[in-house]
Nanobody
């Protein structure tokens, strides 16, 4: 599976961005998908995940109520709508895919996409 993330950029605090992740190489609709982020000097952390059908989503407490993960299986694309952005959301965001249905975590990722940088200015 090849994953290509896009949509990062510079935004002011309180602003919004939408990240996209285009997938190819395997039946996208069979994969659990998610987003992770890594801020400078910090470990990579879970942001959000979505099951194969889109019926179940999970969020880190730090983004709950502000971020929305979604997918379009017809377009082989994963999304992350980020609203009310804060400076502490600044990080490189990476999309990820898992063959497992278990709760998505760093150690359970089978495929990683390259990251896209999100910078939130205060």
């Amino acid at each position: 599976v090849q994953l290509q993330a896009s949509g990062g950029g510079l935004v002011q605090s309180g602003g919004s961005l939408r990240l996209s992740c285009a997938a190819s190489g395997r039946a996208f609709g069979s994969l659990q998908m998610g987003w992770f982020r890594q801020a400078p000097g910090k470990e990579r952390e879970f942001v959000a995940s979505i099951n194969w059908s889109g019926s179940n989503t999970y969020y880190a407490d730090s983004v709950k109520g502000r971020f929305t993960i979604s997918r379009d299986n017809a377009k082989n694309t994963l999304y992350l709508q980020m609203n009310s952005l804060k400076p502490e959301d600044t990080a490189v965001y990476s999309c990820a895919a898992s063959l497992s249905t278990a709760r998505l975590r760093v150690g359970a990722v089978d495929y990683w996409g390259q990251g896209t940088l999100v910078t939130v200015s205060s």
